[in-house]
């Protein structure tokens, strides 16, 4: 099941650059929440934060409290087991290039000492079914290499891989970017689905799909979060001028 | 009325497309020349000196016709075996962590500076260094020193081209890997090296092949052998050393066998590199570019 994100006095750094500043926001557990905001806002840094992954830049730095559920992440917990809670997928597909169908959704299993087959052939199965790539590949499974499916089934391979060391949380940064329109809907459909199990934070830039997927939308502009609240507020009455000025398109 | 200018235009863009083809087939021949010429050159030579006994049979003494080289051909084999067992293994270490954990450290930026000095250190110094550090305190010529000599020789080879290839796996399948809560080790063994492998595997065929040409470095360590021998720890024949000796010897009997030992040397090289790229391109998926 999902669970709720507590982000309080959230601060990041690459090098000197202060990417995010003073964030405060609580994420509502088994919903979708959407970031939105112009490129370079600090909307992907701030999804990085939220599984460590912004710490594995060795010029990058945090400071702050996340909690997610009830452990503080970065007090609590070391960044491997955070990330075992807390899927990532990425804007660009990433499956494994050597690795077959099956391999790449087991990787999280197996490469952390999961080796029970039949097991695995289960979560393999529910995964795939759960991204709805099941029909499509699973004549396939070990034939083929996960590289050799379309941009569109590569991103819901990443999510079932994501899926299947069973998260509580599910992180997307801006999954649908590199896809064309029909494989974008599938992921939206999908989004729709997976919200009644996980908590999803998605990161994007198409505002149509943030008021589609999300109860919950988080504006970012320069580093800051100017407003949070439910995506039907923010898109029809939003009460920093900012945030009209962005989703009426005079910038950004 | 403009489409004059522009037919013309698109005559020279078509020269110059079929030009630059021509000067790119031409550089292509270019390349592969020497390599068919020596070869041919070689099999003209050698080929008709090569017969059952020169695989099953040790050197005769001088005087004596016929003979072969078969100590020569397990000599470089065990001598080969030995730099890839000392060689391969530190040389990939070293490449795994240059491209994985010490990026940007002044140990990795040192440790690249001496790979790429070792590597253009001449051979016959890496003899003199194996000569030093290992037959000195042996008290005598060993077919293991001549194998350090060779294996330090593979090292910044293997190391190098380990780096640049772990460099070129994307950044996104290391956060994939690492987004799964897979600890930076494992994701740097299983998914990273992995991906990177067939990359890292030339590069070691490529030290391998250049090795297994060594003469200078061996002449002081492994030292040569007339005779039978497998021991580690005795002088041993090895190929490129027999065909010097028999080449700067006076007859023509050696002469021969000199060039039959080069062309057998030459084919085992692509044998072994073929050999190695079949096994280890077998299970890869196809589609996984």
């Known amino acids: ?252 | 009325m403009s489409s004059a200018p522009f037919a013309l235009r698109s005559k020279l863009r078509t020269l110059a497309d079929h030009g630059a083809t021509a000067v790119a087939i031409f550089s292509t021949v270019l390349v592969i020349a020497p390599l068919v010429a020596i070869f041919i050159y070689l099999v003209y030579k050698g080929a008709s000196s090569l017969n059952l006994d020169f695989f099953i049979k040790v050197p005769k003494p001088v005087g004596e016709a016929g003979g072969g080289m078969a100590n020569a051909i397990v000599g470089s084999g065990i001598l080969l075996g030995l730099a890839s067992l000392i060689g391969v293994p530190i040389g990939i270490g070293g490449g795994i962590y240059l491209s994985e954990f010490g990026r940007g450290t002044k140990l990795a930026n040192a440790v690249r500076f001496t790979a790429d000095v070792l590597n253009g250190v001449p051979s016959i110094v890496m003899g003199i260094a194996a000569y030093s550090l290992v037959v000195v305190p042996m008290h005598h010529f060993s077919a293991f020193s001549g194998g350090v000599a060779l294996g330090i020789m593979m090292i910044p080879t293997v190391c190098r081209t380990t780096e640049e290839m772990l460099l070129m796996v994307p950044n996104v399948v290391r956060e994939a890997a690492l987004g799964l809560g897979v600890p930076n080790w494992r994701s740097v063994m299983a998914i990273t090296v992995k991906t990177a492998s067939p990359g890292i595997i030339t590069g070691c065929m490529l030290a391998f092949a250049r090795v297994a040409g060594e003469t200078a470095p061996l002449i002081f360590t492994a030292f040569g052998n007339s005779f039978w021998s497998t021991g580690l720890n005795q002088p041993i024949a090895a190929l490129p050393l027999q065909i010097w000796v028999y080449a700067i010897s006076p007859y023509d009997d050696w002469h021969r066998l000199a060039w039959a030992g080069a062309l057998v040397l030459i084919i085992l090289i692509v044998l072994a590199v073929s050999l190695v790229r079949y096994v280890t391109s077998r299970g890869v998926l196809k589609g996984a570019s």
């Open chain 1, 1 to 252: 099941m999902g669970v709720g994100i507590e982000v309080i006095n959230l601060n990041a750094w690459y090098g000197t650059n202060h990417s995010l500043q003073d964030i405060n926001l609580n994420i509502p557990g088994n919903q979708a929440t959407a970031l939105i905001g112009p490129s370079g806002c600090g909307k992907s840094t701030f999804v990085r934060c939220l599984n460590r992954m912004h710490e594995t830049n060795p010029i990058a730095r945090v400071t702050g409290t996340v909690r997610i559920g009830d452990v503080d992440i970065y007090a609590d917990a070391k960044p491997v087991e955070i990330r075992r809670r807390v899927g990532m997928v990425f804007q660009r597909p990433n499956p494994f290039p050597t690795m077959s169908i099956y391999d790449n959704v087991a990787a999280g299993l197996k490469l952390n000492g999961y080796s029970n087959r039949r097991a695995l052939d289960e979560i393999v199965e529910k995964s795939l079914r759960n991204s709805a790539l099941w029909d499509e590949v699973k004549d396939d499974l070990r034939k083929k290499s996960g590289a050799s499916l379309s941009g569109g089934q590569q991103q819901r391979l990443c999510i079932a891989r994501a899926l299947a060391v069973d998260p509580e949380v599910l992180l997307m940064d801006e999954p649908a970017s590199a896809l064309d329109p029909v494989s974008t809907s599938k992921i939206e459909d999908l989004i729709f689905q997976l919200k009644s199990q996980y908590t999803i934070v998605i990161v994007t830039h198409n505002m149509q799909q943030a008021a589609r997927v999300a109860e919950k939308t988080g504006f970012f502009l320069n580093g800051r979060m100017v407003e949070f609240d439910s995506t039907h507020k923010i898109f029809t009455n939003p009460s920093d001028k900012r945030t009209e000025d962005y989703i009426t398109g005079r910038f950004g």
